[in-house]
């Protein structure tokens, strides 16, 4: 399948189907699909200590920029919602929940906009102090 045409299913489905139900769904895949590109990265970057200790120091200098630590943000952002989602899709399905869905929804939008504003306040000094 190409990508247009995976696009163009996911734009489908949102205009068909447009509730808080396919809005999670094309979240969760969004930040799945984030995350799983940086684990491949976070790998790559890891493996330089195979080149020795100044090629894997040259990496983290370049990780430690403030671009960088933006870019923890929205990892972090797409890690909590990714994992706050999957519970609540797991409750609803080994729970017998899933006429509840909105409701455990607003109940993890409620956690996420908490970790959301924690996270917020650990990183943005990291990202002034480069």
């Given at each position: 399948?190409s990508?247009?045409?995976?696009?163009?299913?996911?734009?489908?489905?949102?205009?068909?189907?447009?509730n808080?139900?396919?809005?999670?769904?094309?979240?969760?895949?969004?930040?799945?699909?984030?995350?799983?590109?940086?684990?491949?990265?976070?790998?790559?970057?890891?493996?330089?200590?195979?080149?020795?200790s100044?090629?894997?120091s040259?990496?983290?200098?370049?990780?430690?920029?403030?671009?960088?630590?933006?870019?923890?943000?929205?990892?972090?952002?797409?890690?909590?919602?990714?994992?706050?989602?999957?519970?609540?899709?797991?409750?609803?399905?080994?729970?017998?929940?899933?006429?509840?869905?909105?409701?455990?929804?607003?109940?993890?939008?409620?956690?996420?906009?908490?970790?959301?504003?924690?996270?917020?306040?650990?990183?943005?000094?990291?990202?002034?102090?480069?």
């Amino acid at each position: 399948m190409s990508f247009k045409r995976f696009a163009d299913k996911f734009i489908d489905e949102a205009r068909l189907n447009p509730n808080i139900g396919t809005l999670a769904y094309m979240l969760h895949r969004i930040t799945g699909i984030g995350l799983a590109i940086y684990l491949i990265l976070h790998t790559w970057i890891l493996s330089s200590v195979q080149h020795g200790s100044e090629a894997f120091s040259e990496q983290l200098v370049t990780v430690q920029s403030p671009l960088f630590h933006i870019l923890e943000l929205f990892l972090i952002i797409a890690l909590f919602f990714h994992m706050l989602n999957g519970l609540r899709i797991i409750i609803a399905d080994f729970f017998s929940a899933t006429r509840q869905h909105k409701l455990l929804f607003w109940i993890v939008a409620a956690l996420f906009v908490a970790l959301l504003a924690w996270s917020i306040a650990a990183v943005i000094p990291r990202v002034f102090s480069c």
